[in-house]
């Protein structure tokens, strides 16, 4: 069995790997509690905090202000990125799906001034840093997805007598749908770890963001950690139902493996 642990492609049963994450966890914050120096606090602590939050309506209201941004941002992305995916197999507007795909590599802080001066408030600020800051990781996801489409599908749409166009709707458009939301789910978390950065530029409209800097202020580590916790289980709970979404409207990708991650 402890061999089993340790050797490369060895497949554990579902109830062996659950109780060897279990273990893992409690051995982690074995170790936590541990090296908690009074300036860390310990699991405990951050537990209490945790619960008594969750009786609170400051969380549960800043925690729906950041979700409603965040999908808003989401559906903006998606939508200009498939735009652009699409259109990336046009020679015209190829050149534009590869620069968006570069964007990645520029950093939010040096633009914050600029989408100042372009936005009119600070919401559409927030949106408009969230969703440059999505859509070229949504761009170089679906790219990557068209590109790696089986040659085959091309040529059986040719061999149908499908023009281009035809073409380009059944292979990419429609054969690569349930891609959308695998991409969404596994670009999900870029977006949440954004939220708290755009957030901070105009706390006036609250957020988890917005409360989280709040106790960072202070130095209150304790609900840090516990708004910490509480942001990785929204993003766990998203993963999650964003997978159960993608099998349901896409039984067939549960065939083919899917729901890994």
Not at 66 to 79: E, F, K, N, R
Not at 156 to 174: D, F, K, R
Not at 230 to 252: E, K, N
């Amino acid at each position: 069995m402890v061999q089993t642990l340790f050797k490369p492609f060895a497949k554990l049963s579902k109830q062996s790997f659950i109780t060897l994450v279990v273990l893992q966890v409690i051995l982690a914050l074995l170790f936590w509690h541990t090296a908690s120096n009074g300036l860390i606090p310990q699991p405990l602590k951050v537990a209490k905090a945790f619960v008594s939050m969750l009786g609170s309506r400051q969380l549960l209201d800043n925690t729906l202000i950041s979700l409603g941004l965040t999908v808003q941002a989401m559906l903006y992305s998606i939508a200009i990125t498939l735009l652009f995916a699409y259109l990336s197999v046009v020679p015209f507007f190829k050149g534009m799906a590869q620069f968006l795909v570069k964007c990645r590599y520029l950093t939010l802080t040096g633009l914050i001034f600029i989408f100042t001066l372009l936005t009119k408030d600070g919401s559409q600020l927030k949106l408009s840093l969230l969703i440059f800051g999505i859509v070229p990781f949504f761009v170089t996801s679906f790219l990557s997805v068209i590109l790696n489409s089986n040659r085959q599908e091309y040529e059986l749409c040719q061999t149908l007598g499908y023009n281009n166009w035809q073409t380009l709707y059944e292979v990419i458009i429609v054969g690569k749908a349930d891609q959308v939301l695998e991409i969404l789910r596994q670009n999900f978390a870029i977006a949440w770890l954004m939220i708290t950065l755009v957030e901070g530029l105009n706390m006036s409209e609250g957020g988890i963001g917005a409360l989280l800097i709040k106790y960072n202020k202070y130095n209150d580590l304790t609900h840090v950690l516990a708004i910490q916790l509480v942001i990785f289980l929204i993003g766990i709970g998203f993963d999650y139902l964003l997978g159960t979404v993608r099998h349901w409207l896409f039984p067939y990708t549960k065939l083919n493996g899917g729901h890994k991650a």
